[in-house]
């Protein structure tokens, strides 16, 4: 049936040769990026298939990373999204900063999935009491502020600020608060091979910075078999807050999902707090219509998410959660 089709369409186009002309450039507008986003609404993504844990409990109900649709927009997502109200059109400009491109966006996205799985980790082994121990903890530069007078790039790995090793954020930092505005700062970097990077010290309201955004990228060693299945897609940190519930619930014989299908959002740091996230009406919109009875979110979204509730009148249940601990404290009076 292919062969006949493929053989059909091969005379039209040899035979009308100005369709042939109208069909090749309708196929290569479909390859123009416009400047332009679009976001609507997502779905979940159950993290059973996403963690991996060896001899880990199982449970009856599940839990879930909300997320967004999001489409890097040609001329024909632009004009669907521009007729379908269910769908936002955000210029690039406000995906992007000035220093940033495409590829340092996706790299720092990438790398703030990594470190959020890994503080998700973390936070649910203290809270089980598990056996944990940190390998390795190193820094990275995932974006640079515009104003900032440095080479460094996005991706340097920091090893030593003025010749001074630095194993965490707070060493850099500290380092750099020693010093006085417009003092040049050396950096000993990694990538690819070892780099000599400069800066020159800002001050804003007594508060010294080079102009750099860093994360950090901790690998702990665990007693169990862990395996991250992510896609190359799946990216930022907004997930953490579930994935720390989902590895807490595998590691413990108390089922806290009690059987219900949970979703939610929300970053988390080393400490359990929760912080807030963006693109709340599309998850909470998705959670929905995939059928969760319960969306976690964060403090600072609760607004946000509760006015979207009303409006369109979602059966689910939606609670504000500030830390893991609050999140816990929740579950358990279900």
Same mark, same amino acid.
């Given at each position: ?86 769908? #936002? ?93 417009? #003092? ?70 108390? #089922? ?43 403090? #600072? ?34």
């Amino acid at each position: 049936m292919f062969n006949k089709l493929y053989i059909k369409i091969k005379e039209i186009l040899k035979n009308e040769p100005i369709l042939s002309y109208i069909i090749i450039i309708l196929i290569m507008i479909n390859f123009i990026r416009l400047p332009y986003y679009i976001n609507g609404t997502g779905g979940i993504v159950p993290l059973d298939k996403k963690i991996i844990i060896e001899n880990e409990y199982k449970n009856k109900g599940s839990f879930n990373i909300a997320y967004v649709s999001e489409y890097k927009a040609n001329l024909y997502t632009l004009l669907y999204a521009w007729l379908n109200p269910n769908y #936002d059109i955000i210029p690039k400009s406000e995906y992007l900063n000035t220093t940033d491109t495409d590829n340092t966006m996706n790299y720092r996205d990438n790398l703030e999935l990594t470190s959020s799985l890994d503080n998700a980790l973390y936070v649910s082994y203290i809270k089980a009491g598990e056996f944990i121990s940190i390998e390795s903890n190193d820094i990275y530069v995932t974006y640079i502020l515009d104003g900032a007078i440095t080479d460094i790039e996005v991706g340097d790995k920091i090893l030593k600020v003025n010749d001074i090793p630095v194993l965490t954020k707070d060493d850099v930092s500290n380092i750099i608060n020693t010093l006085n505005k417009d #003092d040049d700062v050396t950096f000993d970097v990694y990538n690819k091979k070892d780099i000599k990077r400069h800066g020159k010290v800002l001050e804003t309201d007594n508060y010294k910075y080079v102009g750099l955004y860093l994360t950090e990228d901790t690998k702990y060693k665990v007693d169990r078999n862990i395996k991250f299945k992510f896609d190359h897609n799946e990216s930022g940190p907004s997930g953490g807050l579930m994935v720390a519930l989902e590895i807490y619930n595998s590691i413990n014989d108390v #089922d806290i999902t009690k059987g219900y299908t949970i979703a939610g959002t929300g970053t988390i740091d080393k400490m359990g707090n929760v912080g807030s996230v963006a693109g709340i009406k599309y998850k909470l919109r998705g959670a929905s219509k995939a059928g969760a009875k319960v969306f976690l979110v964060p403090l #600072d979204n609760l607004e946000e998410a509760l006015y979207e509730k009303e409006l369109n009148n979602y059966n689910i249940n939606v609670v504000a959660v500030s830390t893991f601990n609050d999140a816990l404290k929740y579950l358990d009076s279900l």
